[in-house]
């Protein structure tokens, strides 16, 4: 018998609304490699009816009040909550994901970040008014800047989609979001659960495939885009928003270095770099996942890492032993495997390097040592539970090594010596740096990177201030 697959839509103007054209793709469970759903193949007529929706919302939403804004983002915060078993459930559908891990992890940092831009959407102002010409006084507007385009990736679709529309709503600004072809239904949940707070049109979402998101981004409409993906991908973005020089926030890939010197915690390093390294099937653009070791310490942590990965387990999402869950799709199953297939004569595979079972898009955690510094997989992104180890000899070879590679997002420093935390904090190209611990984040504080990792921060006033354009005002004091 064939089980008759969820029928998932486009959010448009406040109603629910299959593609134009009728289009649609199939959404598969990562865990299972079976369809589920499908879900609207959107076209330049939806983009187009989206995005006159989003503008016709924009002058009415930007006119609100602070107090306003924040009121309704408080209620979506409440809703999300009261309804965490629904998102839990779809956005583990969508990715694979632990249950237990997706519950704990990810919903309530969630909640808490739209509760933060409720409170920010308060603080949206300028400089003190001033005079610094005679018989002018001058004052400084902070406004939105407008329609937002915004494409959210699949390793955490439901929480990157808090990351794009909650700054740029609490901001004043409307929003059109585009979910990834293969995690569209938490998404979609989230219109549902959003549909009876904001006025129509303020929030929009378009699902569909690549060249949906290009025609977002190339629309003339929208005054931002912004995308969290590869950098292949936001070098499109940044090149096709030039063409009538739309704002671009670039939250791209990552390489993150790990850098630990002998006095380190070995034990707590190795714990923590572990969970960092594999924890959502390492797909996250912070992952822990290229370690640097003085070489005094590096055979005695090597060993202590594969015995972490064996010890560490993968499976389906209602099995609460583990860690992670599948890699999202077989393209990514692919290139996962693919890294260690061409792995050079010199690298050795301490633990893993294989896919787990036939069913679903399984791979082992994975620890590979004996690699040099201009191996691809030491330059390149992963995005998968390998975790790689070098060797350094010294604190200016290991900064030679952790800023030596195209991506700056994140990285971190293991050591007992202050000093060194600090200079190395310091001198790391990184747009973020941890010491002694790997991964955690707060809303409070800014995300984001340098380099081929993008530019805009996520989270935090910064984030914040993002959405957001500045305008002088100069008056005559004889007027």
Excluded at 57 to 64: L, M, Q, S
Excluded at 131 to 152: F, H, K, L, N
Excluded at 159 to 185: C, E
Aim: glycine share 8%; aromatic share 8%; with cysteine.
């Amino acid at each position: 018998m064939t089980t008759e697959l969820r029928r998932l839509r486009n959010y448009i103007g406040g109603e629910f609304k299959d593609a134009a054209d009728g289009r649609t793709t199939e959404v598969v469970n990562p865990a299972t490699g079976e369809a589920y759903a499908t879900a609207p193949l959107s076209g330049q007529a939806d983009v187009d009816a989206a995005m006159a929706a989003s503008a016709a919302a924009f002058p009415g939403w930007r006119d609100t009040t602070p107090a306003e804004r924040q009121k309704a983002l408080l209620k979506i915060a409440d809703a999300f909550e009261a309804r965490a078993d629904e998102l839990v459930a779809a956005e583990s559908e969508n990715t694979g994901k632990p249950l237990g891990l997706t519950a704990s992890e990810e919903l309530p940092p969630m909640v808490d970040q739209i509760r933060f831009f409720a409170g920010a959407a308060r603080l949206l102002e300028g400089r003190s008014a001033g005079e610094y010409m005679d018989g002018m006084t001058s004052i400084v507007r902070r406004e939105p800047v407008g329609v937002c385009a915004q494409v959210a990736p699949w390793n955490y679709p439901m929480m990157m989609a808090v990351w794009k529309f909650a700054p740029a709503i609490a901001a004043g600004n409307t929003v059109v979001l585009k979910p990834s072809d293969t995690t569209p239904a938490s998404t979609v949940l989230m219109a549902e659960i959003i549909d009876s707070v904001l006025p129509k049109g303020v929030f929009n979402v378009v699902c569909g495939d690549r060249e949906t998101g290009k025609a977002m981004v190339e629309h003339s409409t929208p005054a931002m885009a912004s995308i969290t993906g590869s950098v292949r991908a936001g070098m499109q973005v940044a090149e096709s928003a030039s063409k009538d020089v739309k704002r671009v926030h670039l939250e791209l890939g990552g390489k993150a270095p790990v850098v630990v010197f002998e006095d380190a915690d070995l034990a707590k390093a190795v714990e923590d770099i572990a969970v960092a390294g594999y924890f959502n099937a390492g797909q996250d653009c912070t992952a822990a996942t290229r370690v640097l070791v003085h070489e005094s310490i590096h055979d005695e942590f090597v060993a202590a890492l594969a015995k972490a990965a064996s010890d560490t387990k993968t499976g389906q999402p209602d099995d609460e032993d583990v860690l992670y869950g599948p890699l999202n799709n077989p393209n990514q199953l692919k290139q996962v495997a693919g890294f260690i297939e061409r792995l050079p004569a010199h690298a050795k595979v301490e633990a893993g390097g294989h896919r787990v079972g036939e069913k679903g898009y399984f791979y082992a955690p994975t620890v590979v040592s004996g690699l040099k510094q201009d191996d691809e997989i030491i330059q390149n992104e992963v995005f998968g539970p390998v975790i790689t180890v070098q060797s350094f000899t010294d604190e200016a070879q290991a900064l030679e090594y952790a800023n030596g590679v195209e991506f700056a997002l994140a990285s971190s420093v293991w050591t007992k010596n202050h000093g060194r935390a600090m200079r190395m904090s310091k001198n790391l190209d990184f747009g973020c740096v941890w010491i002694n611990t790997h991964i955690p984040l707060v809303a409070e504080m800014p995300h984001g990177g340098f380099k081929k990792s993008g530019y805009g921060k996520d989270l935090s006033a910064y984030g914040f201030e993002d959405y957001t354009r500045i305008k002088h005002v100069m008056t005559s004091l004889d007027g």
